[in-house]
């Protein structure tokens, strides 16, 4: 079982670019979490899938967008980046929304935004 | 304020003594998470607790319902537990977190 894997590892965006990571869930699992950690700070909830609709949302704005496709993998894009969206993003995966279901999370991609 | 507390922000211990990192949370909760994080970002998730305690190794968690407050504890801490701890609430409306900002730990040699 590989885990929950993301992609890339390492990514280098000028402003105004578009960026779009990408998150494989641990098998078994159907729902994904994406969440943003800036240097220093704990973790922010962007956004959850489920059924391959966004069911809950954090405090980001339209900007962060995502998607969920039929096998349960998941993909978030943030459009006109900025150097605040400089931060590790990380993806976490349960099994069934909302139940007492331990997550599990991937390793991170790291965006920098010059 | 913000909903998930933790202290201390920082923490230095030697080798072997005992350590206590608390969280507190306002938020209901459905689950109480701690999770450690490494250098390099990746998030090991440590325990999950909705009451009492449990242990794992060298080290135990306990949460208290009533008063929203939750510890991990390392016994015998060791260089190799150097590592952020976090902990995190897991909403009753769901299974998103909501988290503390974070413990560094370092254990001293």
């Known amino acids: 079982d590989a885990g929950v894997t993301q992609s890339p590892t390492h990514l280098i965006k000028t402003r105004g670019q578009q960026v779009t990571l990408r998150c494989s869930p641990k098998s078994g699992h159907d729902t994904v979490s994406w969440y943003q950690q800036a240097l220093g700070q704990g973790p922010q909830f962007i956004f959850q899938y489920y059924e391959e609709e966004e069911r809950q949302r954090g405090n980001f704005p339209d900007r962060f967008s995502g998607h969920q496709f039929p096998n349960y993998s998941s993909e978030l894009n943030v459009n006109a980046l900025l150097l605040g969206d400089s931060a590790l993003y990380l993806c976490?995966?349960?099994?069934?929304?909302?139940?007492?279901?331990?997550?599990?999370f991937g390793p991170g991609t790291r965006l920098t935004v010059l | 304020k913000n909903e998930v507390e933790q202290s201390p922000q920082n923490l230095t211990a030697q080798e072997g003594e005992f350590i206590t990192i608390n969280c507190s949370y306002s938020v209901g909760i459905s689950a109480l998470h701690w999770l450690q994080q490494h250098p390099g970002g990746g998030i090991v998730s440590l325990f999950m607790l909705s009451s009492g305690k449990k242990k794992h190794g060298r080290l135990i968690a306990t949460i208290n319902i009533q008063e929203k407050h939750s510890s991990l504890h390392i016994t015998a801490s060791h260089p190799r537990d150097s590592a952020v701890y976090i902990c995190?609430?897991?909403?009753?409306?769901?299974?998103?977190?909501?988290f503390g900002e974070g413990t560094q730990l370092t254990v001293n040699p």
């Open positions: 995190a609430a897991q909403e009753t409306s769901g299974s998103r977190l909501t």
């Open positions: 976490a995966s349960s099994f069934r929304l909302g139940s007492y279901n331990e997550q599990f």
